[in-house]
């Protein structure tokens, strides 16, 4: 597979946005315009006649498909995480839905040679690797707001610009349709308050109110909910799945990180989280704070060890902490805010 060539990229992005229902390759989102959508974050959920979970079900919706929201209501039930969303037949829970967006965007013509950090901008796109034996095959999803390093620009197999992705885990290469990826701009993700002094800046977790506050001069900058480690969760490294209780200090910062098996056989329901974005380390064996697209439960415990951020708030976390992210495809490395865990 050679690399697309500026006259013919220019050729192919002119029909790229035109040809979006035309193409096998690309999921099934194109008559979504500007609505409230929700994906399908786990294997199935549940549409219940009221916003309770004691209420009779009356449908159910499957992995990665998109549910229009009429409305969202605060219920009740359950306490820590009271929100319902009104659709088709009744409500669902928010607790495995992702909100999402289908946004398509005008290619790049070029892609720097440090790489370019980009965003997925469509609820989900599904990524092909080439062989010179077996021509282009699927291989992961890769899910809304999940942030990937693009290394270059190639014509997919449809035809049209695709970008290159580099996973970081495999040291492989895939690509994916460039409409659906979002560059992001050095702007967006400049440090924030970078001239506070290092120790005024810290972050307190607790683990009983599942809350992150994030303060400078003792001043909250920063609340939000969060889910910690749950106990027994399967664990492949014999590592604990509860989140460490103590003092620490964010260690490195990866912008983007494939957490999981990484095995190029997975289906759709193997541990394979790929371009999990703006995550902050803060213990040797890898624990960190990071965005998260599988759950919309924050308030109780539900990760593998890790913290789970909603990616506003993991991006906003990422840009205000120590040290300062160098944002190429090598890990930030430094001694960094100081993390409290109780």
Same mark, same amino acid.
């Given at each position: 597979?050679e690399?697309i060539?500026r ?5 192919? $992005?002119?029909l790229?946005?035109?040809? #979006?229902?035309?193409?096998p390759f690309?999921?099934e ?6 609505v409230n959508l929700v ?13 309770t979970?004691? $209420?009779?079900?009356?449908?159910t919706w ?8 009429y409305?969202?209501?605060?219920a009740?039930?359950p306490?820590?995480n ?10 669902m ?5 992702q ?9 790049? !013509?070029s892609?720097?040679?440090? /790489?370019q950090?980009a965003?997925v901008?469509?609820p989900?796109?599904?990524s092909h ?6 021509g ?8 809304y707001e999940?942030?990937?390093w693009l ?11 695709? @970008? ?5 885990? #495999?040291?492989?290469n895939y ?6 990826m ?7 993700l ?12 810290r ?8 809350m992150?506050?994030a @303060?400078?001069?003792d001043?909250t900058?920063?609340?939000?909910k969060?889910?910690?480690g749950l106990? /027994? #969760?399967? $664990? ?5 799945t509860?989140?460490p209780? /103590?003092?620490?200090?964010?260690e490195?910062k990866m912008?983007?990180k494939?957490?999981g098996? /990484? ?17 902050c380390?803060?213990?040797?064996k890898g ?5 998260t ?11 593998h060890?890790?913290?789970?951020m ?6 906003? #976390? ?13 890990? !930030?490395?430094g001694f960094? !805010? ?5």
């Amino acid at each position: 597979m050679e690399p697309i060539s500026r006259r013919d990229f220019l050729k192919l $992005s002119a029909l790229a946005l035109g040809g #979006l229902a035309f193409t096998p390759f690309l999921p099934e989102i194109t008559e979504f315009e500007d609505v409230n959508l929700v994906r399908v974050a786990t294997k199935s959920v549940s549409v219940y006649r009221g916003p309770t979970d004691q $209420s009779l079900i009356v449908g159910t919706w499957n992995r990665d498909e998109l549910v229009n929201v009429y409305a969202e209501i605060t219920a009740d039930e359950p306490k820590y995480n009271p929100v319902w969303y009104r659709v088709w037949g009744g409500y669902m829970h928010r607790a495995r839905l992702q909100q999402v967006k289908v946004l398509y965007n005008k290619p790049l !013509t070029s892609i720097p040679e440090k /790489g370019q950090l980009a965003e997925v901008s469509v609820p989900y796109t599904q990524s092909h690797r080439y062989s010179p034996y077996d021509g282009w095959q699927p291989l992961y999803r890769l899910y809304y707001e999940t942030v990937h390093w693009l290394v270059g620009i190639d014509e997919g197999p449809d035809g049209q610009p695709w @970008y290159r992705l580099l996973d970081e885990l #495999l040291e492989i290469n895939y690509n994916v349709p460039a409409i659906h990826m979002r560059p992001l701009t050095d702007d967006e993700l400049a440090p924030l308050s970078p001239d506070v002094p290092f120790e005024k800046k810290r972050i307190e977790v607790s683990l009983g109110t599942q809350m992150l506050t994030a @303060y400078e001069n003792d001043q909250t900058v920063l609340q939000t909910k969060v889910s910690t480690g749950l106990a /027994g #969760l399967p $664990s492949s490294n014999d590592i604990p799945t509860v989140t460490p209780e /103590g003092w620490f200090n964010i260690e490195g910062k990866m912008p983007s990180k494939h957490m999981g098996d /990484g095995s190029l056989a997975s289906d759709i329901e193997a541990y394979e989280l790929v371009g999990v974005p703006w995550n902050c380390f803060f213990t040797e064996k890898g624990h960190a704070f990071h965005g998260t697209y599988w759950h919309d439960n924050f308030g109780v415990p539900m990760s593998h060890g890790c913290i789970n951020m909603r990616m506003a708030d993991a991006k906003w #976390l990422f840009r205000w902490t120590r040290p300062p992210a160098q944002l190429d495809m090598e890990t !930030t490395i430094g001694f960094g !805010t100081t993390v409290r865990i109780y």
